[in-house]
């Protein structure tokens, strides 16, 4: 079976054109690949026929397929995504004035069994490779005329699957989005949620090219924590707080944390002041998702009113916004993806 040469970093398509050629030949794949965007071998005009051809009877580009397509009336756009293997994955495109963003998955269904996650139902089926990851993304900016020069273009790990379970292919989609000779996308402009792996948080932090962090909260106590993220019995809530106060944050970065509010469940005013005491002593913003909903999830949507009410006593002490939900009408939204038809 070919070997796609997504995901393969610059010396190693340098091994696989071999030593007798120039190392230029493997700056013009590379190129190709992560800066032209190029969905087959066969259109890197810049390299010989001959090497094309020799490159072509054991690689392919790797790009998944693009196996279906749902359009949102506000929008979005969900890609079922067709890997080499059969199995599928699912991206999301968020466009929006001035800046589109790309919701990727990081594993093949998700182990981490949160209560409100539609993803959940699926167990995990593998991993993802780090070409799988990144082909993501530039299946969708192909179809959609992105990373045209100027173009801003966000990238965010929360589709399905929990990323710090997969943290070494991550990590080399990381560089390989972010490196200004491919596709270039600022380091800012990506970012990776974690239900709370405690130990692969401090293993993220050590990498001098990784994305933005953003926690999965969820909860004001343990014991909610531990009921709606059964993770949290494992990695639980306090020690969770104390490996985001150690998490060693760059000059311009802040964490993020993420709260699903739940409608009589997670969503009151006590919880709101709890979860400020909780953030207290760190550089953070609270990011609020009123659940979107979804079959075999036995929770509801609160009222709109109660977000509102939730907001505001946050917002008197950190940076609350509430993320309006997209791509409900056809399961696109945070916590949706299930490869639903």
Not at 32 to 40: C, F, K, P, S
Not at 105 to 114: A, I, N, R, Y
Not at 164 to 191: E, F, H, Y
Request: proline letters at 7%; aromatic letters at 4%.
């Amino acid at each position: 079976m070919p070997q796609p040469l997504l995901g393969m970093e610059l010396h190693e398509i340098q091994e696989i054109l071999g030593p007798g050629q120039p190392k230029f030949r493997a700056k013009q794949v590379y190129d190709a690949l992560y800066r032209q965007n190029v969905g087959d071998l066969v259109q890197i005009s810049s390299l010989p026929a001959a090497l094309r051809e020799g490159l072509g009877e054991e690689h392919t580009v790797g790009l998944p397929a693009i196996d279906r397509r749902y359009e949102s009336i506000d929008g979005t756009r969900r890609y079922l995504l067709r890997l080499d293997d059969g199995r599928t994955v699912e991206a999301v495109l968020m466009p929006e004035p001035g800046r589109d963003t790309i919701c990727i998955s990081t594993q093949v269904g998700c182990p981490v069994d949160c209560k409100f996650c539609m993803t959940a139902l699926m167990g995990l089926e593998r991993n993802l490779t780090a070409g799988e990851i990144v082909g993501q993304v530039l299946s969708v900016a192909r179809d959609n005329g992105l990373l045209k020069e100027g173009s801003r273009l966000n990238v965010v790990m929360m589709g399905m699957g929990e990323p710090l379970l997969n943290l070494p292919a991550v990590l080399r989609a990381t560089r390989l989005l972010t490196d200004s000779n491919g596709v270039g996308i600022s380091p800012k402009r990506i970012t990776l949620s974690t239900s709370g792996i405690i130990p692969k948080i401090a293993e993220l932090g050590a990498e001098p090219v990784r994305p933005k962090l953003a926690i999965s909260l969820n909860a004001s106590t343990e014991e909610m924590r531990q009921e709606l993220m059964p993770i949290t019995r494992k990695y639980h809530l306090a020690d969770l707080l104390d490996a985001c106060r150690a998490y060693p944050l760059r000059n311009w970065e802040r964490l993020t944390f993420e709260y699903c509010l739940l409608g009589g469940v997670n969503d009151t005013d006590a919880d709101a002041r709890r979860v400020v005491r909780l953030l207290a002593r760190l550089k953070c913003t609270v990011n609020l998702i009123a659940l979107n909903p979804g079959p075999g999830i036995p929770y509801e949507t609160p009222e709109p009113e109660r977000v509102a009410a939730f907001q505001a006593i946050v917002r008197r002490s950190m940076p609350c916004f509430l993320r309006k939900p997209r791509g409900r009408d056809i399961y696109a939204a945070c916590g949706q993806l299930k490869r639903n038809s």
